[in-house]
């Protein structure tokens, strides 16, 4: 394992342990629920998106495994302070990461820690628990209230 993996590795136990934003929100202005029923991973994601379309808060509470709750806080990280466009170019970016496409798929787009998932795509079972919450994510912006990573890769 290299110093990056080990790095890597790192973040997402630490995620996994202490996750960031792990709780109910009690009025989103937009939520989804993201379910994966290959590892039983179950979220909701909640979001807080202001009239100027900025991201004001993000939150999400469920449970999964440890790839699916590191990544869940993480994401909530990541787009909070972003607008609503942002976030989504980030969902393309890092889905293109997860499935090994190459960084951002093209997008031009800062992926930031989100990079510890940049080797997941060695491990297809574990792909669908890292792109859980950011489906869920496009659910809650798209207006569909769930999502299940069944229909989709
Ligand atoms: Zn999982």
């Given at each position: 394992?290299s ?15 202490t ?61 909070v ?61 798209d ?11």
């Amino acid at each position: 394992m290299s110093v990056t993996d080990e790095l890597y590795q790192q973040v997402i136990l630490d995620h996994n342990r202490t996750p960031r934003n792990m709780r109910r929100m009690e009025q989103p202005t937009h939520t989804a629920c993201g379910l994966n029923p290959l590892c039983g991973d179950e979220y909701t994601v909640y979001l807080a998106v202001g009239a100027d379309g900025l991201i004001r808060d993000a939150s999400f509470e469920g449970h999964g495994c440890a790839i699916s709750k590191a990544s869940a806080s993480l994401m909530s990280l990541a787009v909070v302070g972003k607008r609503v466009e942002e976030a989504r170019a980030l969902f393309e970016a890092f889905h293109a990461l997860v499935l090994g496409k190459g960084e951002g798929g093209g997008q031009a787009c800062d992926l930031g820690k989100l990079r510890v998932f940049s080797g997941v795509w060695r491990y297809p079972a574990r792909v669908k628990c890292a792109a859980l919450c950011w489906h869920a994510l496009k659910g809650a912006l798209d207006g569909q209230p769930t999502t299940s990573t069944e229909d989709k890769l």
